[in-house]
């Protein structure tokens, strides 16, 4: 047992540094995500025509072939696949296609300020405020861990991570794009 957690803890710590996301991940596609559509099980010429890498528009579609545009946007990759599937079939374009979705950019979180290693780190998809700091490093010696601000699509939140520690039912659920800020503290 002590042997399997010792692994576990070992492809976390794998996992977290090296930027890599789990291959199970199924993210929720947004809009500016750059997908991968890949048809399979077809005559090459008609995968090639419907296979393709685009980016979701600003009305959350992507404008595939045959079919014209498909609102994917808020969906997991599974669920976008099926409504792409569904689509081919109801258009008689294909009878039993496969289709396969994947957002190939890689996904970050800005943390910056006093912490040790900052920039941007990968998210994943069960990070929290904390883990994302860990992610980065921690915090220096004169962070002010009080005044943390949280900003998400220009909301600004300043939370007290000392609170967190205390209580880590009140971690803050991290989303890609989100940034984090930790002051310097004013007094050392």
Not at 46 to 55: L, P, R
Request: aromatic share 10%.
């Amino acid at each position: 047992m002590k042997s399997y957690l010792s692994f576990c803890t070992a492809l976390l710590f794998t996992l977290l540094w090296s930027g890599t996301t789990c291959p199970a991940q199924n993210p929720v596609i947004r809009i500016g995500d750059s997908v991968d559509i890949r048809l399979s099980g077809f005559h090459y010429e008609d995968a090639g025509a419907v296979s393709s890498n685009q980016v979701v528009d600003d009305d959350g579609m992507v404008n595939l072939a045959y079919i014209d545009k498909v609102k994917i946007v808020g969906m997991d990759c599974s669920a976008a696949q099926r409504l792409i599937e569904n689509r081919y079939k109801e258009a008689k374009i294909f009878t039993n296609p496969t289709i396969t979705v994947t957002v190939t950019a890689q996904r970050f979180v800005n943390i910056t300020g006093e912490i040790k290693g900052g920039g941007r780190v990968a998210y994943l998809p069960d990070m929290t405020l904390m883990t994302g700091i860990a992610a980065a490093g921690g915090f220096t010696d004169f962070a002010d861990k009080k005044r943390v601000k949280f900003v998400r699509e220009g909301r600004v939140v300043v939370i007290d991570t000392t609170k967190i520690s205390k209580d880590p039912s009140k971690d803050v659920r991290v989303l890609p794009g989100d940034q984090i800020y930790v002051p310097q503290s004013t007094f050392f």
